[in-house]
T-cell receptor
Framework: AQSVTQPDIHITVSEGASLELRCNYSYGATPYLFWYVQSPGQGLQLLLKYFSGDTLVQGIKGFEAEFKRSQSSFNLRKPSVHWSDAAEYFCAVSNQAGTALIFGKGTTLSVSS | DTGVSQDPRHKITKRGQNVTFRCDPISEHNRLYWYRQTLGQGPEFLTYFQNEAQLEKSRLLSDRFSAERPKGSFSTLEIQRTEQGDSAMYLC????????????FGQGTRLTVV
C-alpha cells in the first residue's frame, strides 16, 4: 500500500537560512507527488507537484522539490526562509486511481529571527 | 471564484447527537473529496465523488457516516450518534477534470464532541 513518511515532526530555521523538509514515499509504480502547506486557520494550499519529466520541480513562494526514485524521496527545499513560511507542511502521494491523496503526518516549520 | 466553502467552521456537539456538514466546491469542479484530520496527523481520505456519484469510500467511513452530493454540486457529510473519537477537522476538497489534477481545499469544519 502507498504510504508517506515525513521523518521530522518539527524544524526550526533562522530567517534567511535555507530549508529542506524530508519526504519518503512507498509506491509500486511511478508516483504522483505533492507538497501542501497549511497555515493556522487556512486551508491546505498546493506548493508544487510532480507527475513526470524533470525531477526538479518549481513551485510557488520560491519552493522547489526534487524527486529521487532511487531514494524514494521527494524533499522540499527553499534557499532563504521568510518568517511568513512558518506553517505545517504535508507531503502526499496520490493513490493508484488518482482519486485520493495519502498524506504524511506533516512537519511543523518554525522560523526564528 | 470564492474557493471551496465549508459550513459551519466550528461545531460543538454532545456525544450521541447527529451532525451535518456542508461543502460547496469551486463551481464546475466535478470531483469532490472529504478528508478527516486529527491533531498531529495529516489528512486522511474519507470519500470521493465524481459528479453526483460516490465512487470511493475509505474503511474509515463507518456506518455512522454518510455523504451525499445531490445534483453534483454541494456535498453534505453526516455523522450519526457522534462519539468522542469523531472529534477532528473535516476537510473538503474539489478538483476538475482527470485524476491527479490539483485539489483545492476548504478551511475545514472543526468538530468537537463533548
Amino acid at each position: 500500500a502507498q504510504s508517506v513518511t515525513q521523518p521530522d515532526i518539527h524544524i526550526t530555521v533562522s530567517e534567511g537560512a535555507s530549508l529542506e523538509l524530508r519526504c519518503n514515499y512507498s509506491y509500486g509504480a511511478t508516483p504522483y507527488l505533492f507538497w501542501y502547506v497549511q497555515s493556522p486557520g487556512q486551508g491546505l494550499q498546493l506548493l508544487l507537484k510532480y507527475f513526470s519529466g524533470d525531477t526538479l520541480v518549481q513551485g510557488i513562494k520560491g519552493f522547489e522539490a526534487e524527486f529521487k526514485r532511487s531514494q524514494s524521496s521527494f524533499n522540499l527545499r527553499k534557499p532563504s526562509v521568510h518568517w511568513s513560511d512558518a506553517a505545517e507542511y504535508f507531503c502526499a502521494v496520490s493513490n493508484q486511481a488518482g482519486t485520493a491523496l495519502i498524506f504524511g503526518k506533516g512537519t511543523t516549520l518554525s522560523v526564528s529571527s | 471564484d470564492t474557493g471551496v466553502s465549508q459550513d459551519p467552521r466550528h461545531k460543538i456537539t454532545k456525544r450521541g447527537q447527529n451532525v451535518t456538514f456542508r461543502c460547496d466546491p469551486i463551481s464546475e469542479h466535478n470531483r469532490l473529496y472529504w478528508y478527516r484530520q486529527t491533531l498531529g496527523q495529516g489528512p486522511e481520505f474519507l470519500t470521493y465523488f465524481q459528479n453526483e456519484a460516490q465512487l470511493e469510500k475509505s474503511r474509515l467511513l463507518s456506518d455512522r457516516f454518510s455523504a451525499e452530493r445531490p445534483k453534483g454540486s454541494f456535498s453534505t457529510l453526516e455523522i450519526q450518534r457522534t462519539e468522542q473519537g469523531d472529534s477532528a477537522m473535516y476537510l473538503c476538497a474539489s478538483s476538475f477534470g482527470s485524476p491527479n489534477t490539483e485539489a483545492f481545499f476548504g478551511q475545514g469544519t472543526r468538530l468537537t464532541v463533548v
